[in-house]
């Protein structure tokens, strides 16, 4: 112990003398790069990283559903976590970058190819992944490469069957939530087709 203690002091009079800064600071310097690097979470994220939204971010339902563009940076699966969202859905093909940097946030993968419908099963997968999150009071994302088409398909899909509404107002009501959503005729087709399957 007083061997490791001689070589950090070393260390930091060795340090101090080239930069010019005195002991007492470069040792404080050194504790707060100790205590970093045994606060990192895999990948070598800290867990005290900071938050910025995701590209595309809103609530469609306050608190249990949102739809955004793909996140790209760390700090964007911070948010997600910070507004309570503990499952994110990737309708992509491709996995987002730093996926794996918040292990508190579950990750599920429905395969949509871009400007495609979803599936009947799909919308079924993805319905019950929101509602099984949304019982345990757990919020849940879903995107896609930019959070328009695939993503307001299954936006609109989940109020046809939480509002009862059919798919004509879902779509609308999407698109006014979230402008430029639901890009092709396909993806309409499909919202309204699900209506049809489910209205009483």
Known sequence: MEREQHLQ????????LFCQYD???VTQM??????????????GLLKTMAASPPPNFSWVESHKLAGLGMPRMPAHYQFLLNNGIKHLITLSERKPPYHD???ELTMHHIRIHDFCAPTFDQIKRF??????????????AVHCLHGFGRTGTM???????????SGIDAINEIRRIR?????????????IQFYQQNKC
Not at 35 to 41: A, D, E, L, R, Y
Not at 156 to 165: D, E, G
């Open 9 to 16: 002091d070393t260390e930091s009079s060795r340090i101090a």
């Open 23 to 25: 002991d007492s600071s």
């Open 30 to 43: 050194m504790k707060m790069c100790t205590f970093k690097s045994q606060n990192k979470v895999p990948g």
């Open 101 to 103: 940097s918040c292990p």
């Open 127 to 140: 319905l019950s992944i929101v509602e099984e999150a949304n019982s345990k009071a757990e919020g849940v």
């Open 155 to 165: 936006l609109a899909c989940y109020l046809v069957k939480s509002r009862k509404i």
């Open 179 to 191: 402008h430029g959503s639901i890009e092709t005729r396909e993806q309409e087709q499909i919202i």
